[in-house]
């Protein structure tokens, strides 16, 4: 195939040239006698999520630039300023110039190209993909131009329905569907890539975090927590107005807002629809950014338990090891303290070895965790005594060289901890009935560690504690992650939840032992609780309650409050206490200090549960 000159053209009268050559070496679409102007943005875009012109070279594309990106992946944004009629069809394009582009906004442009869908993460992710122009050659044909109106997305341009349901014939992919933006709101939004779009006042449903992005939604009245999130509870009904906001222009003078859930970004934020190549999910990305107005959003402080009440609590402290600043311990022993009110019995995840991320070999923790007491105590806590088992070196997962575990914080002024050596990483503990009452065989002590359910994962630690002279068993687990799950934009719909196996077989193990436990003691009392890196209404939650071996002590808060951690603008639970059904009248608190601020001290909100053993 002949060359074509990849020059930058800046003068309008070598669009001549760029034409001509593109015409001989048969690089526009149509016939060799087409004309540059019947290859327009629309056309590109196509009414699907894929170009029909991919792979092919294309020349003339004209429009005007609505956004440039000097930063990551870079390049502009320009848009066709004689739209078709079709809503199917984007008006706007990424230009994918690899280097910082010389164009600004309000040029208008003639662009070629070889039109590609690039998708970010890799075709495995099974990540939505970003139609562009790459390889460009750009003649800026005139400057400061209007930008093209944009196009308004509010709760009313939105659809209710999520997405379509993917082509079994093409693997539950959406990418070959026609696009049907007035009934799914995939759809919309995809029909709006690199347009210029706007949004007015919006609520923050997702904080500010360090890559200087935050969550909103367009639409206030989509299932509301009383904090100001959106709740999701469902795998069948998507929260639709959510929508991820990133500026292009911030700068030492005018930094990126540090926003918090309950806050809203007033005025006008515009600029291209992006999908952003990260997080998987369509972006606002600003030209124009809103201000941020505080709402009334404040860290929760529980209430203290009564003399006869056990108080047992969860909390991910977010691979926390003596490297971390003073500060970090500071305030997580403040959580401890001024807002979880000194649980009698606290189940931490995320306990990482005395030299943090190095893979050296060491595994012990207990210089990580004398820091965090002693804080605890300068913060006007109790000295907390501490219960764990170190696990065998790079075999729990989490970040390498980390080594995190679980662990048992315990006051012992309120609660007794019944030591039985011999437990370690490998060795098994289990359920023997004496005089009519259960016992472990080690406490603490690991659960089925062998077990393949437990391969690259936190082994649960099981330990026994006694409160009034009462026993209570309790079992702290950090199951999987959801890493590996398709996000909910992904191009199939519905996404793929592949992480959820893992989390199964770890939820069916904990469920027998429970009842290992009550085949020794129908009347014992058991507390599971810890990060499931799952939801409430999950399946794993499903395993784990089986034979009503446990309850979930979620389902005791109003809907709406059911959520310990934020992820893309969604308030959803992660962290579970669940309970033998023995416990009664419990109290259930999650308290939130964490997950909806900007200012974060873990990415997870801790909960107490409280009752009389």
């Known amino acids: 195939m002949p060359a074509v000159p990849s020059l930058v053209l800046t003068r309008p009268t070598a669009v001549a040239a760029v034409v001509a050559a593109a015409l001989a070496a048969g690089l526009l679409v149509g016939t060799s006698s087409a004309s540059a102007a019947e290859v327009r943005i629309h056309d590109i875009q196509g009414s699907t999520r894929t170009s029909p012109l991919a792979g092919q070279q294309v020349a003339g594309v004209t429009g005007v630039v609505t956004g440039v990106r000097t930063y990551g992946s870079k390049g502009f944004w320009f848009q066709d300023t004689h739209p078709d009629a079709d809503p199917a069809t984007s008006e706007g394009v ?44 750009v003649t800026v044909d005139s400057t400061g131009n209007a930008v093209p109106a944009a196009t308004v997305i509010d709760s009313r341009s939105v659809p209710g329905t999520f997405a379509p349901e993917g082509d079994p014939a093409a693997g539950g992919s959406i990418n070959g569907l ?3 933006p007035r009934t799914y709101a995939l759809d919309h939004y995809e029909s709006l890539e690199g347009m210029n779009v706007r949004i007015g006042t919006s609520r923050v449903t997702g904080a500010t975090d360090p890559y200087s992005e935050l969550w909103v939604t367009v639409k206030p009245g989509e299932r509301p927590t009383p904090r100001g999130g959106t709740l999701y509870n469902s795998y069948t009904s998507q929260n639709t107005g959510r929508l991820m906001i990133q500026s292009l222009v911030p700068t030492a003078d005018q930094p990126f807002p540090a926003a918090n859930v309950g806050d809203s970004l007033t005025g006008t934020t515009e600029g ?13 990305a600003a030209r124009q950014l809103g201000t941020v107005t505080a709402g009334s959003t404040t860290p929760e402080v529980t209430r203290p338990q009564r003399k006869n009440e056990l108080a047992v609590a969860t909390y991910n402290v977010e691979n926390l090891d003596p490297t971390d600043p003073q500060s970090k311990f500071d305030k997580l022993a403040a959580g401890i303290v001024d807002h979880l009110a000194s649980p009698d019995i606290v189940a931490i995840e995320e306990v990482q070895d005395n030299d943090g991320a190095k893979k050296d070999g060491v595994v012990a923790a207990d210089v990580t965790v004398g820091k965090f007491i002693d804080a605890i105590v300068a913060a006007g ?27 048992f914080l315990y006051n012992p002024d309120r609660a007794d901890f019944i030591d039985r050596s011999g437990g370690n990483a490998t060795t098994a503990t289990d359920v023997v009935s004496k005089n009519g009452k259960a016992a472990l065989t080690y406490s603490p002590g690991r659960i089925d560690p062998a077990d393949t359910a ?19 068993f309790v079992v702290a687990n950090h199951f999987s992650s959801k890493g590996g799950d398709q996000a909910l934009d992904s191009q199939y719909q519905p996404p793929t939840r592949s992480s959820e ?30 990060d499931l890196n799952d939801f409430e209404f999950s399946g794993t939650a499903k395993l784990l309650t089986d034979g009503r071996a446990l309850e979930a002590t979620a389902y005791s808060l109003p809907k709406n409050e059911r959520y310990s951690y934020v992820y893309q603008g969604n308030s959803q639970i992660l962290d579970q206490i669940l309970v033998s059904p023995t416990i009664k009248n419990y109290d259930l608190d999650i308290v939130h ?14 909960s107490v549960l409280r009752f009389r053993p």
Do not use: C, M
């Open 272 to 284: 291209p629809l992006d999908y952003n190549q990260y997080a998987g999910t369509y972006t606002v």
């Open 178 to 180: 026609t696009l049907r």
């Open 454 to 472: 437990w391969t690259n994962s936190r082994k649960p630690l099981a330990g026994e504690f006694t409160f009034r002279g009462k026993k209570v």
């Open 593 to 606: 200090i964490n997950a909806e601020f900007a200012d974060q001290n873990s990415d997870h909100d801790p």
């Open 381 to 407: 806590g109790p000295r907390y005594e501490w219960r764990s088992i170190d696990p065998v070196d790079l075999a729990d997962g989490g970040e390498p060289g980390g080594n995190i575990r679980q662990g």
């Open 94 to 137: 990424f230009v994918f110039t690899s280097s910082t582009p010389a164009v600004a906004v309000g040029d208008a442009v003639t662009v070629s190209g070889t039109v590609s869908e690039y998708v970010p993460g890799g075709a495995a992710s099974g990540n939505q993909s970003i139609t562009e122009i790459g390889k460009p050659t």
């Open 501 to 530: 196996t893992a989390r199964h077989l770890q939820a069916t193990v904990v469920n027998t032992f429970v009842k290992k436990i009550h085949a020794a003691q129908k009347s014992a009392e058991v507390v599971v609780l810890g």
